[in-house]
């Protein structure tokens, strides 16, 4: 991305919004900050196509709609508090959030975006709504199927990167609501999935890839689907990449709280996507590739070197696993 003036100044307005969401104690400064944020991302991925700026006029409707819903309830609690506003409270930072069943939007909005728009809207964007839902005391665990079973099997039909990302952010947004009630542990799950994340989209943007049938013309390297093939890989959790270890830290910490149902679920809905996650990498691996798949020996060396440095993560990991 050529960062220009103009960019760089929406991108200093955005993260002037984030610090004043999760750092003032009014509700009213809160909510500004969360505008501050939607007024500066606008305008940031719009690039005055026309796809651009459709997908513009949904995202800003949708947090528009959740910010006013969010606003309402706010005021209103100013002069009395019910169970009722917190539960309207939830859902307006919930649908902010695109969390499932209100995530169909998300897929609109997400094939207008460059990737370095794509990198803030998951990241950056969802940080301020989930840093104030784990200051809400509201039992949210049906929205974490919800997100692990559309995050999961709605990825399943689709060819094109963007909305498989979309739909592996709705998956892992599963994960994050369920680890609100540890404020270390989210946090860590958090910082390592937007890690994962920038990797994944730097791969796409370097080359210019869209669509999952541009490997069959790409002409990538060798070296470059192997880099494909491992980003994939740990973003899905396959041991020992650096994700599954990440995904290990979770369901510990289910089977810690006695939470057996929701695990089944973390583990069961995981397998669904590490499948459409091997498909790609097949698709990359085996599928395009012209070499004589019997004379490329040093594709173990790389393999081996990656599974060598991802196990410094494991006593990491467990590490972390013990702060909650």
Known sequence: MFLNSSKFLFLSFMIVGVMMSVSCNSWIMVWSGMELFLLS?????????????????????????????????????????????????????????????????VFGVVSGMNYDSLFIFFTFSSFPPL??????????????????????VGGLNHSSLKKLMGFSSVFN??????????????LFYFFCYSLMVFFVFCFF????????NQFFVGGLSLFSK????????????I???????????????SIFNNDYLVSFFLVMFSLIVMFYYVRCSMVSMVLCSFLIKWNSFFIFRWLNLFSFFSLFFFPFCFMVSGMH
């Open 239 to 253: 041991p020992p990449m650096f994700g599954f270890f990440v995904k290990l830290v979770v369901i510990e910490f």
């Open 173 to 186: 947004l599963g994960f994050l609501i369920y680890l609100l009630g540890s404020s270390s542990l989210w």
């Open 41 to 105: 991302f606008v305008p940031f991925f719009c690039n005055y196509t026309f796809v651009s700026s459709e997908c513009s006029m949904k995202y800003f409707l949708i947090q528009g709609m959740s910010s006013s819903l969010f606003c309402y309830c706010v005021l209103y609690m100013l002069v009395y508090s019910s169970s009722f506003l917190s539960s309207f409270l939830c859902f307006s930072l919930l649908l902010k959030l695109g969390c499932a069943p209100f995530h169909n939007w």
């Open 205 to 212: 943007y370097f080359y210019s890839l869209n669509y999952l």
């Open 226 to 237: 192997i880099s494909f093939w491992i980003l994939f890989l740990s973003l899905g959790g």
């Open 131 to 152: 840093f104030l839902l784990s200051y809400i005391s509201y039992n949210l665990w049906i929205f974490v199927v919800f997100c692990l079973f559309f995050g999961s």
